[in-house]
């Protein structure tokens, strides 16, 4: 009774993720005068958000609906590299979003001419690209590991460098570069960026829109880009302490 209460409140989870992201996708894509730089990252970051979610959920569904909760190593190695490559790829859109606004809000004078079209393609392909390359080496040196325990401690695979009895630290040095280079260089590169935003609304007092625009639109940031991720990770430990 229990797996069936916790699937059904995951699967609506899953399904309240999809749809709301769906919603922005299409709306953004028919409506001409959201085809703007601003509106293209907040598609691709619903996108990700898409792909990421699609790589736990449906394994994790799977998992309650069975008594035997076994993964192949394939299968393992393919849900690390989504995981990590979507929360890869969310910060780095969420850095190019904060350069976006800097840009906007700091530069209003170079917007168009700093963020073109060709500008956006390239930061779009930048952001999925690099993540994809770092994780995607990360999960190859931890594939080829000789594993000598085979039980993971957590509801899905993050590291299976963990599970193997050799030396381990190319893998160890291949994880904190993709940290610092994905994740910590991203978050300190948005904090610094809407600090500095901040600061200059603070000093242009004669223009309080752009201070209330700043703000709207981090939290619309916050509120497409933290349920995806701390959604699958909270419901889950919750649902695996049942």
Request: with cysteine.
């Amino acid at each position: 009774m229990k797996n069936s209460s916790s699937l059904n409140h995951h699967l609506l989870i899953y399904v309240i993720i999809v749809s709301a992201n769906l919603v922005v996708i299409v709306t953004i894509c028919q409506e001409k005068s959201l085809h703007q730089p601003m509106y293209i990252f907040i598609c691709c970051l619903c996108l990700n958000s898409l792909f990421g979610s699609s790589g736990f959920f449906p394994r994790f569904l799977m998992d309650l609906l069975s008594d035997t909760h076994f993964i192949s190593l394939l299968s393992c190695l393919v849900q690390v590299y989504v995981i990590y490559s979507y929360a890869s790829t969310e910060m780095m859109i969420l850095a190019i979003m904060a350069y976006d606004r800097h840009v906007a809000i700091c530069q209003p004078l170079h917007y168009h001419s700093k963020m073109t079209f060709n500008v956006v393609v390239g930061l779009i392909v930048l952001a999925v690209g690099f993540p994809a390359f770092a994780v995607g080496l990360c999960v190859v040196l931890g594939g080829v590991l000789p594993l000598c325990r085979y039980k993971l401690q957590r509801i899905f695979c993050v590291n299976v460098s963990v599970l193997s009895c050799v030396d381990t630290s190319a893998n160890r040095t291949a994880g904190y570069f993709l940290s610092t280079s994905n994740i910590f260089i991203p978050i300190a590169f948005v904090l610094y960026t809407y600090l500095r935003i901040l600061i200059v609304c603070k000093r242009s007092s004669s223009e309080p829109n752009e201070i209330h625009r700043a703000v709207l639109i981090l939290l619309s940031v916050e509120f497409l880009a933290i349920p995806p991720v701390s959604n699958p990770l909270i419901y889950g430990l919750i649902s695996s302490k049942k």
